[in-house]
T-cell receptor, first 110, second 116 residues
Framework: RKEVEQDPGPFNVPEGATVAFNCTYS??????FFWYRQDCRKEPKLLMS???SGNEDGRFTAQLNRASQYISLLIRDSKLSDSATYLC???????????FGSGTKLNVKP | DAGVIQSPRHEVTEMGQEVTLRCKPI?????LFWYRQTMMRGLELLIY????????DSGMPEDRFSAKMPNASFSTLKIQPSEPRDSAVYFC??????????????FGPGTRLTVT
C-alpha cells in the first residue's frame, strides 16, 4: 500500500468555484503534513503546512484528521492561477523521510 | 537569498554514457534530498543526506546510481552507465531540521535528463 494516496483528477472547475482535495496516508506514525504545489515543468513549492487544529492562509484552508488518517485542502474563489498539481506530503520525524503523493491536478477555467 | 541550485538544467546523452548531476543546497540547511520524477511513477526519493552523511539510499534504483556529498554546499548524483529508462526530471531539495514541528523542503529547479 502506498504511503500517501491522492485522487489524480483532473478537477476542472470554473473561476470562483470552491474545490476540495483529500489525501490519505497509511502510517499512523506520520507527524508532519504539507501541501505542495507544482506548476507544469517546474519544481514543487511549499503551499502550506497542515496543523492538527487546521489552518487557513487566505483562500486556502488545510485540515488534518488523524483518526481517519486524511488531510484535506480547500480552495475558495478559485483563480486561473490556481491551476496546478497539488501534492500531499507526510513526514515521520524519526526517519525524516518525506512521502509525496502522486498529486491532484486542478484546472480552473474562465 | 539564493535557493537550491542545480546544474545542468537540461542534459541529453546517449545510452551508456556517464551523467553527473550537481546540486548546491541552501546555505545552512543540514538535509539534502535527491528525487526523481516521471509521469508513471511520480516523485520518488532516491537518497538523502544529513550533515553530508548518506542516511537512506534505499530508493537508489541500482548500482548504476551513486551520490556523494563531499561538503555542506555540494552534492552530486552520478549515473554510469546511463539507460533510456533513466530519462526523468531529477530534483535536489534541502531542509533544515529545527526544534519546531515542520521540516519544509525547498526544491531546486530540477535537471531534465534525456537518455537516447
Amino acid at each position: 500500500r502506498k504511503e500517501v494516496e491522492q485522487d489524480p483528477g483532473p478537477f476542472n472547475v470554473p473561476e470562483g468555484a470552491t474545490v476540495a482535495f483529500n489525501c490519505t496516508y497509511s502510517n499512523s506514525a506520520s507527524q508532519s503534513f504539507f501541501w505542495y504545489r507544482q506548476d507544469c515543468r517546474k519544481e514543487p513549492k511549499l503551499l502550506m503546512s497542515v496543523y492538527s487544529s487546521g489552518n487557513e492562509d487566505g483562500r486556502f484552508t488545510a485540515q488534518l484528521n488523524r483518526a481517519s488518517q486524511y488531510i484535506s485542502l480547500l480552495i475558495r474563489d478559485s483563480k486561473l492561477s490556481d491551476s496546478a498539481t497539488y501534492l500531499c506530503v507526510v513526514n515521520r520525524h524519526n526517519f525524516n523521510k518525506f512521502y509525496f503523493g502522486s498529486g491532484t491536478k486542478l484546472n480552473v477555467k474562465p | 537569498d539564493a535557493g537550491v541550485i542545480q546544474s545542468p538544467r537540461h542534459e541529453v546523452t546517449e545510452m551508456g554514457q556517464e551523467v553527473t548531476l550537481r546540486c548546491k543546497p541552501i546555505s545552512g540547511h543540514d538535509y539534502l534530498f535527491w528525487y526523481r520524477q516521471t509521469m508513471m511513477r511520480g516523485l520518488e526519493l532516491l537518497i538523502y543526506f544529513n550533515n553530508n552523511v548518506p542516511i537512506d539510499d534505499s530508493g537508489m534504483p541500482e548500482d548504476r546510481f551513486s551520490a556523494k556529498m563531499p561538503n555542506a554546499s555540494f552534492s552530486t548524483l552520478k549515473i554510469q552507465p546511463s539507460e533510456p529508462r533513466d530519462s526523468a526530471v531529477y530534483f535536489c531539495a534541502s531542509s533544515l531540521r529545527t526544534s519546531g514541528r515542520s521540516y519544509e523542503q525547498y526544491f531546486g529547479p530540477g535537471t531534465r535528463l534525456t537518455v537516447t
